[in-house]
């Protein structure tokens, strides 16, 4: 499964950090830490999440593809997929305005 | 304190009440859809966001008041000024939702107003989503043969909550868990 948020239109909503904490997880007020390809299992929480986000910014792509390994560097705690190999996005517009 | 409860009260409890009621009367008027329900586990994921968007709950925010001058599409709204948000009227915008007045779980991009938007986004939208999700999967997978006595059902006449007073189902036997 692979996740992809457009950070145009994430606006820190948070939603999807609630439904589906395992894939995804607010960094303080405005940044948003997503797993590009979480485990199947997860399936139906990352659904549910990219159903709930208020301005539609997941998109879900439920086929298996290989997934290229993340350009950006998050530092690893073990144990932690999250973070090891999540991206982060910053949320947009009324968080940055407010 | 006083009108925060009532507002907790009405905010988690009637709302979810009326998204679980409309949302089974627009079911039994879809029979499609709700046979649909009975055999995709994840279609009451889609489901549940057209149901808020076609029959929400809350149609209107009333007793708002702009707090400096806006601009809403060429009109100034002076600062002071009383706003009634029509929630339910934005959620048919044909601007936005293509064939807005048809039911469709099947749409994407579903940006409804239902929870409202901005930084007092509703509170409480997980647990409403995930409430609507499971009793609605449950009330198709175990009363068999549902039908609806009445309808239209009677409203409560409330312009700003929308639900019917009672919503009347007949059905010939329930279905173990």
Redesign the interface.
């Known amino acids: 499964m692979r996740v992809v948020v457009d950070l145009t239109k994430c606006e820190g909503?948070a939603?999807c950090a609630?439904?589906a904490p395992e894939a995804f997880r607010m960094v303080g007020d405005e940044a948003l830490l997503f797993d590009p390809a979480p485990s199947a299992e997860l399936?139906?929480k990352v659904?549910?999440a990219a159903?709930?986000c208020?301005?539609?910014a997941l998109q879900v792509d439920l086929a298996d593809l290989p997934v290229p390994p993340p350009a950006e560097t998050v530092v690893a705690a073990t144990d932690d997929r999250l973070r090891r190999e999540g991206r982060i996005v910053v949320a947009g517009l009324?968080k940055a305005a407010? | 304190m006083i009108s925060t409860l009532v507002l907790l009260l009405i905010a988690g409890h009637e709302t979810t009440v009326n998204l679980i009621t409309n949302g089974w009367l627009t079911l039994q008027r879809h029979p499609e859809v709700l046979q649909r329900l009975r055999s995709e586990?994840?279609f009451a994921?889609?489901l549940?966001?057209e149901l808020l968007r076609y029959e929400p709950s809350v149609h209107i925010l009333p007793f708002r008041s702009a707090i400096s001058d806006i601009e809403v599409g060429g009109t100034t709204i002076r600062m002071g000024h009383p706003i009634a948000v029509l929630l339910a009227s934005g959620n048919r915008d044909p601007q936005c939702f293509p064939h807005a007045d048809r039911f469709d779980p099947d749409r994407t991009?579903?940006?409804h107003l239902s929870?409202a938007?901005?930084?007092h986004?509703c509170l409480g939208?997980?647990l409403a989503?995930l409430e609507a999700?499971l009793a609605l999967t449950q009330l198709a997978r175990r009363l068999r043969n549902p039908r609806l006595l009445a309808d239209p059902p009677p409203y409560r006449p409330s312009p700003i909550l929308r639900g019917p007073v009672h919503l009347a189902v007949a059905y010939d036997s329930v279905e173990p868990a």
Do not use: K, S
């Open positions: 909503y939603q609630f439904l399936g139906e659904l549910r159903a709930a208020p301005v539609q009324w407010t | 586990p994840r994921i889609r549940v966001e991009d579903n940006v929870f938007g901005g930084i986004y939208a997980p989503r999700q």
